[in-house]
Structures are given as C-alpha cells and as structure tokens.
C-alpha cells in the first residue's frame, strides 16, 4: 500500500460531510482489509506489552467491551454494549474538533473517536488521535462507573474553564492524567494514561526508563505543570485511585483558579521540594536528544 493511498484514507474523512457536533458517518464498511490488518497487528502489540502494565480497571475493561483483533471496532456496535454499563456513547470524527464541541460531547458522555487509522509509516508514533488511539486508549476505562464519572466531571469542568478562560490550566489535568496518568498498584506502578496505553514503545518507557520522573499526583501541583506534546513526558505522575482523582475533582475550582494565577508554571522536567517524588529521573534519555 502507497503512501498516496494512506493519505487518502484519513482524506476520506476530513471531506465527508460532518454535523454541526462534528460528528459523522462512520461508514464501517468502507474500511480496507489492509486498514484492519493494521488494528490488528496494534491490538496484539498492545496485548502484549499491557500485561502487567496497563491498570487491572483497563484489562478488565478490554474484556468487558469485547475489544479484540478483529479489525476496526463498529463504533454503533461498540456504543452498544458501553452505554448499558455507564451511559457513554462512542461517536465518529474527522480529526481534533474545537474545544467547545469537544467538552460538549464529554458533558453529555459523548467520547469522539477518529474514524481513521494511523497509516503504516506512522505504526509507533502519531501525533493526532486515530482511532487506536482514541477506541483502544480512551473507550475501555469509560465503562469504568467511576472513570465514567471523572470523565462527565472533566467535560462540565471544561465548559466553566472555557468561560473563566482558564483552560490552559485544566487541559494540564487532562494531559497527566487522561492521556499520560499512572496509577498505583499493589504489584507497583500501573499505567492508565490513553497516551501511553495506545504507545507500546512510551508503555515501556514510562514505566521501567530510568529517565522520566514519577511523581505522586497532586491536582493543583499538575495544573501548573508544562508539558510536551511531541515526545515521551520527563515527568509522569502517579494517582492512589480513580475514587481518589474524582474525589480531587469535586473541589471549587474558582478558588483554585485565583491561586493558580498568582503561581508560576512549573518546567516539565522539575522536581520541587513538596514533590513526593516516588523516583527521580535521570532525564537521560532527554539530554541524549539534545546532543543529538
Ligand atoms: N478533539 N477529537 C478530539 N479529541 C481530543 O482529545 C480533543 C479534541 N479537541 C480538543 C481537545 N482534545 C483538548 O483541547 C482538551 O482536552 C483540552
Ligand atoms: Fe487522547
């Protein structure tokens, strides 16, 4: 398959016609078997290294929603058996959508979901979210009541930070948590971030690399950190729970709001002295990028 042709299939979507939430027709039928293949050949990767990885809420919930190698989810299929568990729906797009849709859809537990695949040449690494990472990432922890709730909770947080103008604050909550968050574990550190869960290479990093920080969350803590969008974190940050993080999500953010704008942003590789650090990095693997 061409390069030419790869492009084409996301193009599929970008022209189609969307509604006014940005959503549109899946139109399952029209992916390729080359297309399928390459969920596939994710899924089995992903299987493998998840083990003893990803968060037990996480494996349990790949076999609750029946996700498996057998090509591309049915997103109509796969809301179907989500939404008798906790009310979430999956619903197809194009790309990013804008901030507002976005946290509308997450409100009304709507999750957005790529409709696309990531093309060969991009199997590792991708920076907008396709649908492996999107359906294989976000969706299984939706049918976690619990994660079900953090998730509504951030949508309508996002809605009042759009109105206060401080959405650049609370999207640091989502990226260390949503996307890049750890969990502790009786059997020691578990990852439960969308980000890392649908990256083989980061699920390995973030969790045995000597050179990223790990650090206890702390909500107001993230809201100040800085982060990069386009490598591995230098810093991940650890949660007690789920129960813990919606807990933490329950408190006025006005108040925190005031604070935050009279603190300064912490660096993405800092360590501060009220950091329960539970290691400290090396930041090796950053540095060696550097001199590169
Ligand atoms: N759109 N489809 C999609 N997926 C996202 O994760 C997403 C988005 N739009 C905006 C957005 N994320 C972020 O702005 C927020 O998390 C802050
Ligand atoms: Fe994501």
Request: aromatic share 10%; proline share 5%; no cysteine.
């Given at each position: 398959m061409t390069e030419l042709n790869q492009s084409t299939e996301k193009s599929r979507y970008l022209s189609a016609p969307k509604r006014p939430d940005f959503t549109l027709d899946q139109d399952w039928g029209s992916y390729s078997a080359a297309e399928h293949d390459r969920w596939d050949r994710l899924f089995a990767r992903a299987q493998t290294v998840l083990k003893g990885r990803a968060c037990d809420e996480f494996l349990a919930a790949l076999k609750t929603l029946q996700l498996s190698e057998s090509g591309?989810?049915?997103?109509e299929k796969l809301s179907a058996r989500l939404t008798p568990l906790t009310g979430w729906q999956v619903v197809p797009v194009a790309e990013l959508v804008p901030d507002e849709i976005f946290f509308d859809h997450l409100a009304n537990r709507r999750f957005p979901a790529g409709a696309f695949i990531r093309p060969e040449h991009e199997m590792d690494y991708l920076q907008e979210p396709d649908i492996f990472h999107d359906v294989f990432g976000h969706v299984p922890l939706l049918a976690n009541p619990v994660y079900a709730d953090f998730m509504e909770a951030y949508g309508k947080g996002g809605q009042r930070a759009m109105a206060?103008?401080?959405l650049k604050n609370l999207a640091r909550l989502y990226w260390y948590?949503?996307?890049?968050g750890l969990m502790k574990s009786a059997d020691g550190l578990r990852i439960f971030g969308a980000g890392i869960l649908s990256s083989a290479t980061e699920s390995v990093f973030a969790l045995e690399d000597a050179s990223p920080n790990?650090?206890?969350?702390?909500?107001e803590r993230v809201m100040r950190t800085n982060y990069i969008i386009d490598d591995f974190q230098q810093s991940y940050f650890v949660i007690e729970s789920f129960e813990?993080?919606?807990q933490d999500s329950y408190q006025d953010f006005g108040a925190l709001y005031t604070r935050l704008a009279k603190a300064d942003d912490i660096a993405a590789d800092e360590v501060t002295p009220e950091d329960h650090v539970i290691s400290r990095g090396t930041l090796d693997y950053f540095k060696r990028k550097r001199a590169s």
């Open positions: 591309i989810p049915d997103l206060l103008g401080q948590t949503v996307e890049f790990r650090i206890t969350f702390d909500l813990k993080l919606l």
